[in-house]
């Protein structure tokens, strides 16, 4: 029998297959608010925070004797840091960490790609909600702002203006503790390439496709030229 640790968030329909194998033993690493989603009898390592890969390693560490894991498999964006964190600590096969970070970390991404001489959007770093003005105004509006770590779109909106950017509606939509990615969001023809839309007046997205926010905003990426629907 194989041991696999499986860093997760809440796919529960993958992590309840890998549960119900008969050849694996599997531990699940992820969050305490995620436990109730498991199947009943589901083995554990809980850390605090997937967001902090290094303090939830040692967590698992300190919580578990290692020695009979094998591989290491991530179900979720947000867990995958961690899982090439495991993978690097203990020395087994799969993607390291060094290449989870540059995929899932979106500023290491753009530095990569820099470094890599292929084109990209100019970015910025600002670690605090009142930064992000600052440097939105060194980049020039409209800019998208995201957190570094996240996952899909969370937290990721466009400013088209300064007023909007204020310390206020940072703390109040994106909270205090979160550090964020900036970049211009100028199209060809001087428009957005990326679409916000109020859900509140019942626009409608005109993209491929449309992700909704978990607060207000639905965003969806816009290419330069393209027409509603196609």
């Not at 967590?59 to 947000?78: G, I, K, N, W, Y």
């Not at 980049?139 to 957190?147: A, N, R, T």
């Not at 207000?216 to 393209?226: D, K």
Request: overall charge positive.
């Amino acid at each position: 029998m194989k041991s696999v640790l499986v860093t997760n968030t809440g796919d529960t329909a993958h992590a309840a297959q890998l549960a119900a194998r008969h050849d694996l033993r599997v531990v699940f690493v992820t969050e305490p608010r995620f436990v109730d989603q498991y199947p009943d009898g589901s083995e554990f390592a809980l850390v605090d925070s997937l967001n902090d890969p290094a303090a939830a390693v040692g967590s698992v560490v300190r919580q578990r004797d290692l020695s009979a894991f094998t591989h290491v498999v991530s179900l979720s964006e947000r867990a995958a840091p961690v899982a090439g964190y495991l993978r690097s600590y203990l020395g087994l096969p799969g993607t390291p960490f060094d290449v989870v970070t540059n995929c899932t970390n979106k500023y290491a991404m753009k530095r990569a790609l820099k470094r890599a001489e292929i084109r990209t959007a100019r970015f910025m770093l600002a670690g605090s909600a009142e930064h992000v003005s600052s440097a939105a105004e060194q980049l020039g509006w409209p800019v998208i702002i995201k957190p570094v770590i996240g996952a899909g779109v969370d937290a990721t909106f466009v400013i088209d203006e300064p007023n909007i950017a204020s310390r206020e509606w940072m703390r109040y939509f994106l909270g205090e503790n979160r550090v964020f990615d900036l970049t211009p969001s100028i199209a060809a023809d001087g428009s957005p390439k990326y679409l916000v839309v109020d859900r509140r007046n019942g626009s409608a997205a005109l993209a491929r496709r449309t992700t909704v926010s978990s607060r207000v905003f639905a965003l969806a990426p816009l290419e330069a030229g393209a027409k509603p629907g196609s």
